[in-house]
């Protein structure tokens, strides 16, 4: 089985434009959970999504949103980009949104703004 | 507030020594507490997770322990291999909303 998948691997962007960051979650599970992860730092959590719902969301501006498709795939959509969002961009997937199951990452999103 | 702070924040052995990482947690109420290992460029990878009544678990190399009543895990690795080298992430769930609370890391290098 596939694990999660995330794309693209690496993007370069300038201040003010947006991004779209693709996850593709592992074959089964349904939520999905978005992550910022500056260098040095633990992952810092965005959004969680289940069922095509939002979950859970992070401290966040809203320039920060996402969404969940019917296939469970999720992407992640930041507009105004600033110089602070360079950072690796993770997702983890999950069969539910809680208990004690852990959670599977792909390899992130590197989002360099110049 | 809900805070999650490993130790050391680096540390260097050589190949074949064991090591141990802390962390300790303020978050409640509790859920359970995961390591994750981290390679350099790649997304976490789950080690171990613990419930509030479990106190010790392994994988292969690596033993976690959980002292709910202190709140503190450790993660302690044996016979160090190079490729241990990566930061090692403690994560704790709160049982009220399953949020998870991330620790800042231990970055491990292995020398040979």
């Known amino acids: 089985d596939a694990g999660v998948t995330q794309s693209p691997t690496h993007l370069i962007k300038t201040r003010g434009q947006h991004v779209t960051l693709r996850c593709s979650p592992i074959?089964?599970?349904?939520?999905v959970s978005w992550y910022q992860q500056v260098l040095g730092q633990g992952p810092q959590f965005i959004f969680q999504?289940?069922?095509?719902?939002?979950?859970g969301r992070g401290n966040f501006p809203d320039r920060f949103s996402a969404r969940q498709f019917p296939n469970y795939s999720s992407e992640l959509n930041v507009n105004a980009l600033l110089l602070g969002d360079s950072a690796l961009y993770l997702c983890?997937?999950?069969?539910?949104?809680?208990?004690?199951?852990?959670?599977?990452f792909g390899d992130g999103t590197r989002l360099s703004i110049l | 507030k809900n805070q999650v702070e490993q130790s050391p924040q680096s540390l260097i052995i050589l190949e074949g020594k064991n090591c141990t990482l802390q962390?300790?947690?303020?978050?409640?109420?509790?859920?359970?507490l995961r390591w994750y290992k981290q390679d350099t460029g790649r997304g976490p990878v789950s080690l171990t997770i613990?419930?509030?009544s479990e106190n010790t678990k392994s994988n292969g190399r690596y033993t976690a322990t959980l002292d709910a009543d202190t709140k503190q895990s450790s993660l302690h690795i044996t016979a160090s291999q190079l490729s241990d080298s990566a930061s090692y992430i403690c994560?704790?769930?709160?049982?009220?909303?399953?949020?998870?609370?991330w620790g800042a890391g231990t970055k491990l290098i292995i020398k040979p």
């Open positions: 613990m419930t509030f």
């Open positions: 999504y289940y069922e095509k719902e939002e979950r």
């Open positions: 994560v704790v769930s709160a049982r009220s909303n399953y949020q998870l609370i």
């Open positions: 962390c300790n947690y303020t978050v409640s109420p509790f859920s359970n």
């Open positions: 074959s089964g599970h349904k939520s």
């Open positions: 983890a997937s999950r069969r539910d949104p809680a208990g004690n199951q852990p959670q599977h």
